[in-house]
């Protein structure tokens, strides 16, 4: 049993009946009970301050809001934790995995975002209505408004100094502190452009009818690939750049422009929206399905991997993380995947729009319904 420390709330495990039960002392009314096959292996229970939330802490974690019963967070199980609420959304498990849970949200923006990306200094930036905006995560407030309209791409460079964004005619470059433009290339082609940056942040690519490689030292420019179909959904892992060119995916060396590998995928299945390298597999995403082919492979059809997918998918900029939205019924479901493409943490995501890692892929910012939510993960 667990009580909390100055609200009326007890909880605990009927472990039999396989249940978890919540309910207020003084008066006996049950807050929370959900069926709990977990709870035989549960170490500790913990409220949060607010009494908002209630944490079940063992082989995985499961948290449940006490406001409207739904679970807000799961870590699968495979290991002993312990641990405890630091904040009312911050939960703490054993010596280092922090995850904040969906209760509440650092940011109201009153609008959707489509295009975000996070410096490693809470730094936020965000593409609203063509607008490109600057936003602390610490304190949930738009912090500047750069120069810039029409924007659809947005991605920080240079550790945040820089802020990088595509219009329907250029790619932009921005000084992040004072707004001055720094660099513009227009588009080449008749394809709308894409753009990533470089794990170490001091490059980027665009997309367009070319792979444009920008050095930002000299803003020195190296066309690594051109193609008639243009390339679309473009992204940069450890060495290699990825991209959709026509009806395929191809991986193409950062430095030499060599082609390493391509896929593709089933015309079923729609056309392609985002592309990563995850581990050692190549990975293309449609509007519904995700495939995947071993890096190494050279030319073959990906495999399906799933065909559920409700959302952005997204990868870390070391390779190591993968973010995606899956249909779970009528609800969506976010999940968290390793380089094995095996799953490390799941939560409720309705409505999500983009989402974005840290440069360094421990942190995760997530758009969804008008508000930004930040996630620590394992």
Same mark, same amino acid.
């Given at each position: 049993?667990?009580?909390?420390?100055?609200?009326?709330?007890?909880?605990?495990?009927?472990?039999?009946?396989?249940?978890?039960?919540?309910?207020?002392?003084?008066?006996?009314?049950?807050?929370?009970?959900?069926?709990?096959?977990?709870?035989?292996?549960?170490?500790?229970?913990?409220?949060?301050?607010?009494?908002?939330?209630?944490?079940?802490?063992?082989?995985?974690?499961?948290?449940?809001?006490?406001?409207?019963?739904?679970?807000?967070?799961?870590?699968?199980?495979?290991?002993?934790?312990?641990?405890?609420?630091?904040?009312?959304?911050?939960?703490?498990?054993?010596?280092?995995?922090?995850?904040?849970?969906?209760?509440?949200?650092?940011?109201?923006?009153?609008?959707?975002?489509?295009?975000?990306?996070?410096?490693?200094?809470?730094?936020?930036?965000?593409?609203?209505?063509?607008?490109?905006?600057?936003?602390?995560?610490?304190?949930?407030?738009?912090?500047?408004?750069?120069?810039?309209?029409?924007?659809?791409?947005?991605?920080?460079?240079?550790?945040?100094?820089?802020?990088?964004?595509?219009?329907?005619? /250029?790619?932009?470059?921005?000084?992040?502190?004072? !707004?001055?433009? =720094? $660099?513009?290339?227009?588009?080449? #082609? +008749? @394809?709308?452009?894409?753009?990533?940056?470089?794990?170490?942040?001091?490059?980027?690519?665009?997309?367009?009818?070319?792979?444009?490689?920008?050095?930002?030292?000299?803003?020195?420019?190296?066309?690594?690939?051109?193609?008639?179909?243009?390339?679309?959904?473009?992204?940069?892992?450890?060495?290699?750049?990825?991209?959709?060119?026509?009806?395929?995916?191809?991986?193409?060396?950062?430095?030499?422009?060599?082609?390493?590998?391509?896929?593709?995928?089933?015309?079923?299945?729609?056309?392609?929206?985002?592309?990563?390298?995850?581990?050692?597999?190549?990975?293309?995403?449609?509007?519904?399905?995700?495939?995947?082919?071993?890096?190494?492979?050279?030319?073959?059809?990906?495999?399906?991997?799933?065909?559920?997918? /409700?959302?952005?998918?997204?990868?870390?900029?070391? !390779?190591?993380? =993968? $973010?995606?939205?899956?249909?779970? #019924? +009528? @609800?969506?479901?976010?999940?968290?995947?390793?380089?094995?493409?095996?799953?490390?943490?799941?939560?409720?995501?309705?409505?999500?729009?983009?989402?974005?890692?840290?440069?360094?892929?421990?942190?995760?910012?997530?758009?969804?319904?008008?508000?930004?939510?930040?996630?620590?993960?394992?």
């Amino acid at each position: 049993m667990r009580m909390h420390p100055t609200l009326p709330l007890v909880a605990g495990q009927w472990v039999e009946e396989g249940v978890l039960r919540v309910f207020a002392w003084d008066d006996g009314r049950v807050l929370l009970e959900v069926a709990a096959p977990w709870c035989r292996g549960v170490m500790s229970l913990a409220f949060a301050p607010d009494g908002q939330a209630i944490a079940a802490i063992g082989p995985g974690v499961n948290v449940y809001s006490l406001t409207t019963g739904a679970q807000v967070l799961g870590l699968p199980g495979g290991r002993e934790m312990t641990g405890g609420f630091v904040d009312a959304t911050t939960l703490q498990i054993g010596a280092g995995l922090r995850s904040t849970h969906s209760l509440g949200a650092p940011a109201e923006l009153g609008a959707s975002v489509f295009s975000l990306a996070l410096a490693g200094d809470d730094r936020l930036v965000l593409e609203r209505g063509g607008a490109v905006e600057l936003w602390s995560i610490a304190s949930g407030e738009r912090t500047a408004a750069l120069p810039v309209t029409g924007a659809q791409r947005v991605a920080f460079a240079r550790d945040g100094a820089i802020v990088m964004a595509t219009t329907g005619e /250029a790619t932009l470059a921005l000084d992040a502190a004072t !707004g001055a433009e =720094l $660099f513009r290339r227009p588009h080449v #082609g +008749e @394809t709308a452009a894409d753009l990533a940056v470089a794990p170490d942040g001091a490059s980027f690519v665009i997309a367009d009818a070319t792979l444009t490689r920008v050095d930002i030292d000299g803003w020195r420019l190296t066309t690594l690939a051109t193609a008639d179909t243009g390339f679309a959904a473009v992204a940069w892992s450890g060495a290699t750049i990825t991209a959709r060119r026509g009806d395929r995916v191809v991986a193409i060396d950062a430095d030499s422009g060599a082609l390493t590998a391509e896929m593709t995928s089933s015309r079923d299945a729609g056309p392609v929206v985002a592309t990563a390298v995850i581990g050692e597999s190549l990975l293309a995403a449609t509007d519904t399905a995700l495939f995947a082919a071993p890096l190494a492979s050279g030319s073959l059809r990906g495999r399906l991997v799933r065909n559920d997918l /409700a959302g952005p998918v997204v990868s870390s900029r070391d !390779g190591r993380r =993968l $973010f995606l939205l899956v249909t779970r #019924g +009528e @609800t969506t479901e976010a999940q968290l995947f390793d380089p094995s493409l095996s799953p490390i943490a799941r939560f409720p995501a309705d409505d999500v729009t983009a989402a974005a890692f840290d440069p360094a892929g421990t942190r995760l910012v997530v758009s969804r319904d008008g508000q930004l939510e930040l996630v620590d993960l394992p």
